[in-house]
């Protein structure tokens, strides 16, 4: 292959992984900011849409067989199937372009990327929440490959910041210790946030707290903390809680 078709291939495909985590990002802000409207099948028929039209190369408008999704994702009923695809069109994720006349004809539809309410993605104050809870209910969550672009950096870098203002103890260098943050998995990352709360009630005093680059070298997150006049406090190996999902 040729440099430009290369660089041509190099440049559709990061357009492809920016399109879906684009409409991923937006579908999942606005899952948090609705929770009581959003159900599995509304997420299993809308990122089988995204897939779709994946596959598709990106059309502005495509067709969508009833049956063909249905079967894909498990759904049996077509009233079921279009209650949901009804719900994806009212929240604004789906455009109906042109109705079928019945199931195995295709809706020619679009994908739409319906916004939070605040038109824009959740604050550190949210993703901290987010952070807390994903550590209670999943401790045994495994890593997760990290896809390399510009979404994921601004990701990355907001974790650190979490970490940094949370910590409270900003000695070093940022950069260096930044660069050391980024190179954790997203497990590590979840135990950083489980442990540091515990570690700074253990050390109130943030002069006898090591420092931030200390703590990231040592893997500090995996020490045993013991709380003032309390049994010490063990970490254990758990499973995903299905309730949390």
Same mark, same amino acid.
């Given at each position: 292959? &040729?440099?430009?078709? %290369? ?5 559709? $495909? #990061? ?11 937006n579908f999942f802000n606005w899952c948090f900011e609705n929770p009581g409207k ?10 089988? $849409? ?13 067709? %969508?067989?009833? #049956? #063909? $999704? ?9 009233? =079921?199937?279009?209650?949901? +695809?009804?719900? +994806? ?6 455009? +109906? ?12 539809? &679009? %994908?739409? @990327? ?7 993605? %959740?604050?550190?104050? *949210? ?33 650190f910041e979490v970490f940094w203002d949370m910590y409270d103890k900003k000695v ?41 680059? =200390?703590?990231?070298?040592?893997? @500090?997150? +995996? ?8 049994? @010490?406090?063990?970490? #254990? ?5 299905? *309730?949390?999902?």
């Amino acid at each position: 292959m &040729s440099r430009t078709a %290369l660089r041509k291939f190099d440049g559709v $495909c #990061y357009f492809k992984i920016m399109n879906t985590f684009n409409l991923s990002r937006n579908f999942f802000n606005w899952c948090f900011e609705n929770p009581g409207k959003i159900n599995p099948n509304h997420v299993a028929i809308y990122f089988f $849409c995204v897939d779709l039209n994946n596959k598709l190369g990106w059309k502005e408008e495509f067709g %969508l067989a009833s #049956y #063909y $999704c249905m079967e894909a994702i498990g759904i049996n009923k077509h009233q =079921t199937f279009i209650k949901y +695809l009804n719900d +994806l069109i009212d929240y604004g994720f789906i455009k +109906l372009v042109q109705k079928a006349k019945n199931q195995y004809v295709s809706n020619i539809i &679009s %994908l739409q @990327s319906a916004m939070p309410k605040n038109g824009k993605a %959740l604050d550190k104050a *949210n993703m901290w929440h987010e952070v807390k809870h994903e550590v209670k209910h999943a401790r045994g969550k495994v890593a997760i490959d990290k896809q390399v672009n510009k979404q994921t950096i601004k990701q990355i870098n907001n974790n650190f910041e979490v970490f940094w203002d949370m910590y409270d103890k900003k000695v070093g260098d940022k950069n260096k210790i930044a660069l050391k943050f980024d190179k954790l998995s997203q497990t590590e990352i979840n135990l950083i946030f489980e442990h540091v709360p515990k570690y700074i009630k253990s050390q109130p005093d943030k002069k006898f707290r090591k420092n931030p680059e =200390t703590y990231l070298n040592n893997k @500090s997150w +995996l020490d045993e903390i013991i709380l003032p006049n309390s049994k @010490s406090i063990k970490k #254990y190996k758990g499973t995903i809680d299905d *309730n949390h999902f």
